[in-house]
């Protein structure tokens, strides 16, 4: 007499082979994970610096680009009145550095160190940097 269906060995056998695989894969994904949070909140940071330095050329005058590193790290785009343009949170346990970077009516750089460099880090995931040179262009430091 035939029956069909699985036996408890085979059962065993193929449990024990999905939690090795699922092992070896939990690790790999929770870190493509937070590479994905870092890349996520960096290009955050990089649109609210982009919208800073266009909304200072479009309105023709001072436009100020402050981030905050306290949980959960923000930023803010300000006029020179103090008002607020608009504010945006991070997530998670990624740190960004503080910083304040102003930008003039043409769209340059004003009040900031010679580098003026924002770092997004996030644990297990590793750094990415933004920086603004004196112009106002955005982007990836120079090595």
Same mark, same amino acid.
């Given at each position: 007499?035939?029956s =069909? #269906?699985?036996?408890?060995?085979?059962?065993l056998?193929?449990? $024990?082979v &999905?939690s090795?695989?699922?092992t070896? $894969?939990?690790?790999?994904?929770?870190? &493509?994970?937070?590479? @994905?949070?870092? $890349? #996520?909140d960096? @290009?955050? /940071?990089?649109?609210?610096? @982009?919208? $800073?330095? =266009?909304?200072?050329?479009? *309105?023709?005058?001072?436009?100020?680009?402050?981030?905050?590193?306290?949980?959960?790290?923000?930023y803010?785009? *300000? !006029?020179?009145?103090? =008002? /607020?343009?608009?504010?945006?949170s991070? *997530?998670g346990? /990624? =740190?960004?550095?503080?910083?304040?970077i102003?930008?003039?009516?043409? #769209?340059?750089?004003?009040?900031?160190?010679?580098?003026?460099?924002?770092?997004?880090?996030?644990?297990?995931?590793?750094? !990415?940097?933004?920086?603004?040179?004196?112009?106002?262009?955005? #982007?990836?430091?120079?090595?």
């Amino acid at each position: 007499m035939k029956s =069909s #269906g699985f036996t408890l060995i085979e059962l065993l056998v193929t449990i $024990a082979v &999905m939690s090795i695989i699922a092992t070896i $894969a939990v690790p790999g994904f929770q870190g &493509m994970m937070a590479q @994905n949070q870092l $890349a #996520g909140d960096y @290009n955050v /940071v990089l649109s609210g610096l @982009n919208q $800073a330095r =266009s909304e200072a050329i479009k *309105r023709r005058e001072e436009v100020r680009f402050q981030v905050t590193a306290s949980a959960p790290w923000s930023y803010r785009v *300000r !006029l020179a009145d103090d =008002s /607020v343009i608009s504010i945006r949170s991070g *997530r998670g346990q /990624v =740190s960004v550095t503080e910083t304040e970077i102003t930008f003039d009516q043409l #769209g340059r750089r004003e009040d900031c160190d010679p580098t003026c460099t924002i770092s997004v880090d996030r644990t297990g995931a590793g750094r !990415l940097e933004l920086q603004v040179s004196t112009t106002g262009r955005i #982007g990836k430091p120079t090595s």
